[in-house]
């Protein structure tokens, strides 16, 4: 078992940048692919990124490609998402993810149902 705790958002003018942080409890936080999603008001949630165990293996929603990236620490127990040029529309609450799950490529690791745990998330709001 694992919990998730997000730490990092807050209120940021477009093309600014924010840092997200997620700390994760237990000792197998190495074993664990990890995820960020986000959801806006009405809106479903959705996928962000989401790195494997090595932080060689990645993958970016096109929403966010060249502007966010994921990266990990496991002697930290801790994913990031660093979000850069932020637009008005990256505006949501964002929800940091863990799964033992495993499967293949970005069309796995997009859907939320492959995900075992779930922080209780961080609000993002990007002003125009």
């Known amino acids: 078992q694992v919990q998730l705790v997000e730490s990092g958002g807050g209120l940021v003018q477009a093309g600014g940048s924010l840092r997200l942080s997620c700390a994760a409890s237990?000792?197998?936080?190495?074993?664990?692919?990890l995820g960020w999603f986000r959801q806006a008001p009405g809106k479903e949630r959705e996928f962000v990124a989401a790195?494997?165990?090595?932080?060689?293996?990645?993958y970016n929603a096109e929403s966010v490609k060249g502007r966010f990236t994921i990266s990990r620490d496991n002697a930290l127990n801790t994913v990031y998402l660093q979000m850069n040029s932020l637009k008005v529309d990256d505006t949501a609450i964002y929800y940091c993810?863990?799964?033992?799950?495993?499967?293949?490529?970005?069309?796995?690791?997009?859907?939320?149902?492959?995900?075992?745990?779930w922080g209780q998330g961080t609000q993002v709001t990007v002003s125009s």
């Open positions: 790195i494997r165990l090595s932080s060689l293996n990645t």
């Open positions: 237990g000792r197998t936080f190495s074993s664990y692919v």
């Open positions: 993810a863990a799964t033992t799950n495993r499967g293949y490529g970005i069309s796995y690791y997009s859907d939320r149902g492959v995900y075992d745990y």
